[in-house]
C-alpha cells in the first residue's frame, strides 16, 4: 500500500454512513453498539459537528477505509469514534489518521485530547501511547459502559 494515496477529507453529508458503517462494524465484533453510540453515529451531522465537533475520513484511491471525530464535550475535545476498515487494519492507517488528527488539534491551539477506551483493544491502546497519550483516572459516570481506560495527550 502507498501511503501517498491516502488523504484525509473532511465530514460530507453523504459519507455518513460510512462514519456509521465502519463504526459499527467494530463495535459488534468487539462489544455491542450502545444507546449512546446508536445516537451519535445514526446522525453526526446533529451530535457531532452541529455541537462544533468534527470527522475526518482516511481515503485510499477514493474509497473510505477510516475514519475518526473530534466530539466537542464543551470543556475538552474528545477524539472518538476512530475506525479503521477491517481489511486495511495493520498498514499503519490508525497511525497516519491519529496523527492528523493530532496536528489537527495543535493547529487549533487546544490544550489537551481526551480518549475513552477499553484495555480489550491492545493494538489501539498501544498506538495511544506511542503517540504520548498517558491514563489518567476514569470518572464512574463515563458515557461509554464499555470504557474502562480515559487517556490524555497534553499538546
Sequence with gaps: MNLKNLKIIPYQPNLAKDFYNLNVEWLKKYFY???YDEKVLSNPQKYIIDEGGYIFYATYNDEIIGVAAYINQK???ELSKMAISPKYRGLKI????????VQFAKNKEWESITLYSNTKLVPAINLYKKIGFKEVPLEQ???YKR???KMILNL
Design 147 to 149: 470504557s474502562d481506560i
Design 94 to 101: 490508525g497511525l497516519f489518521l491519529i496523527n492528523f488528527c
Design 141 to 143: 459516570e463515563a458515557h
Design 75 to 77: 470543556s475538552y475535545f
Design 33 to 35: 453498539v450502545e444507546p
